[in-house]
């Protein structure tokens, strides 16, 4: 469905609007107060969410930037070190918030693509023997945003897990758009989550739903977890009502992901014809297009908003396109065109 204000916004897929089905389930849902585990509602998400990525339990929490901060305060050690890729939305997104809530410092690996691998994790497991700091946690991101999307598939996710528990090292994945790493990939969801501890995915990107995040895990994680979410001032009580758009997110809105991804290539295709080197079009697997602003002109952004196309960001090296469930082939066209007009004028 195009903007309710006439505009193709490519800034995000945060942006998507909840569909028809979501407000009638908000409408009609089933509530009660979830902090006392009395929301009917909020309890069948958690337990779907769970489900769909092969863990004992769930917790719905506002935000995905909670699920990864819950995540880091159960798992890791105050005092320790989090490995993660250099791009990582938990070391340059989330406003250096493992070290104010968790008390933990990150150390970046190089990764390519968004990626490192087991040597990487078997390399820094060295560092305590040396005076490094110890080690607390492993964290991956799949999809990897910054790379442009792209997904681990689930022997590079075990082959990093293995190597974190030969140290005894818990591994978080930072998956809020899991679903597009799995749609992507042709497998199930639970099957990229199985080696992890612990993993967070979004409802409110590319799954369209108006608000909130899940974490998952173990029963006895999920129940620490309960407590962080409270600390942290997560407890959302009467939640059902914007629970019942998750439900909705996870049964409705996984397959369409394939929608956006081809649309996404569609982009990049046009990107690297009219400014060659900006990306490449065959890394571009999932709703990520992230191109190199200095292969742009300088008024890219500035032309696109003019021809009624939003764009933006991620830092000052990378313009980030996205698409979505509202971005649909009329607006492609329209970003299409504005892209092949930018810089002619």
């Known amino acids: 469905m195009p903007s309710p204000d006439g505009r193709v916004d490519l800034r995000s897929d945060t942006?998507?609007?909840?569909?028809?089905?979501?407000?009638?389930?908000?409408a009609e849902?089933?509530?009660?107060?979830?902090?006392?585990?009395?929301?009917?509602?909020?309890?069948r998400l958690e337990e779907l969410a769970a489900a769909r990525v092969g863990k004992e339990a769930a917790v719905y929490v506002p935000s995905g930037t909670m699920g990864n901060q819950i995540a880091l305060r159960v798992l890791a050690p105050r005092g320790t070190e989090v490995l993660c890729p250099a791009r990582a939305h938990i070391r340059q997104y989330e406003a250096a918030a493992a070290a104010l809530n968790a008390g933990l410092q990150i150390?970046?690996?190089?990764?390519?693509?968004?990626m490192f691998g087991p040597e990487a994790v078997e390399l820094a497991a060295e560092g305590p023997a040396h005076h490094l700091p110890l080690l607390g946690l492993v964290t991956i991101e799949n999809?990897?945003?910054?790379?442009?999307g792209v997904p681990w598939a689930p022997a590079q996710v075990e082959a990093v897990a293995a190597a974190a528990r030969r140290h005894r090292l818990p591994v978080h994945c930072d998956g809020a758009r899991l679903f597009n790493a799995a749609v992507a990939?042709?497998?199930?969801?639970?099957?990229?989550?199985?080696?992890?501890?612990?993993?967070?995915?979004?409802?409110s990107k590319g799954l369209s739903a108006p608000v909130g995040s899940m974490l998952a895990g173990s029963a006895d994680?999920?129940?620490?977890?309960?407590?962080?979410?409270a600390r942290l001032g997560g407890g959302m009580r009467q939640a059902g009502v914007i629970a019942a758009a998750g439900i909705v997110a996870l049964t409705e809105m996984v397959d369409r992901l394939a929608e956006d991804h081809a649309r996404a290539r569609r982009l990049a295709e046009a990107l690297a014809e009219r400014f060659p080197g900006s990306v490449d079009p065959e890394r571009v697997l999932t709703n990520m297009v992230c191109a190199r602003a200095e292969a742009l002109?300088?008024?890219?952004?500035?032309?696109?908003?003019?021809?009624?196309?939003?764009?933006?960001?991620i830092d000052q090296a990378t313009v980030r396109l996205v698409t979505h469930k509202?971005?649909?082939?009329?607006?492609?066209d329209r970003a299409l065109a504005a892209i092949e007009k930018v810089g002619r004028s």
């Open 221 to 229: 994680l999920i129940a620490a977890a309960r407590l962080e979410r």
């Open 143 to 148: 999809t990897h945003m910054p790379a442009g």
């Open 15 to 26: 942006v998507t609007t909840p569909t028809p089905a979501m407000r009638r389930a908000m």
């Open 297 to 313: 002109p300088a008024s890219f952004l500035d032309d696109l908003a003019a021809a009624g196309v939003r764009a933006g960001t």
């Open 107 to 114: 150390r970046p690996l190089h990764d390519r693509d968004g």
């Open 326 to 332: 509202d971005v649909d082939d009329t607006d492609l």
């Open 185 to 203: 990939l042709g497998v199930n969801a639970a099957d990229l989550a199985a080696p992890v501890d612990t993993v967070m995915f979004c409802l």
């Open 29 to 43: 849902a089933e509530v009660g107060d979830d902090v006392y585990g009395e929301d009917p509602t909020v309890n």
